[in-house]
């Protein structure tokens, strides 16, 4: 079965920095485009970035300059270094991982920025 696991969120404080972790098994991680989606209360879930390969990638506005996503396709994971963290970053933090029609998602991973 497909799966998506999430690792890496907790409280920080602002200025902090988390790195989260998406370990996929069950697809062909190679030809998936992997995102990382953010929901927080009273919020529409959006999308934080992606990534297909070193030359595609894109950020929300929100995040560019502080965030970086990475994948190694040798451990089919993807990752998210989160820096300079607000508490406007503050939300449950969701794996995707995208193929045409197909998606896939993880359970997510709480962060939380103290103010």
């Known amino acids: 079965q497909v799966q998506l696991v999430e690792s890496g969120g907790g409280l920080v404080q602002t200025g902090g920095s988390l790195r989260l972790s998406c370990a996929a098994s069950?697809?062909?991680?190679?030809?998936?485009?992997m995102g990382w989606y953010r929901q927080s209360p009273g919020n529409q879930r959006e999308l934080v970035t992606s990534?297909?390969?070193?030359?595609?990638?894109n950020y929300a506005t929100s995040v560019k300059g502080r965030f970086t996503i990475s994948r190694d396709n040798a451990k089919n994971t993807v990752y998210l270094q989160m820096n300079s963290l607000k508490p406007e970053d503050t939300a449950i933090y969701y794996c995707?991982?995208?193929?045409?029609?197909?998606?896939?998602w993880g359970q997510g991973t709480q962060v939380t920025v103290s103010s």
């Open positions: 995707n991982a995208k193929l045409g029609p197909v998606d896939f």
């Open positions: 069950g697809i062909n991680f190679r030809m998936y485009t």
């Open positions: 990534i297909f390969n070193t030359d595609n990638s």
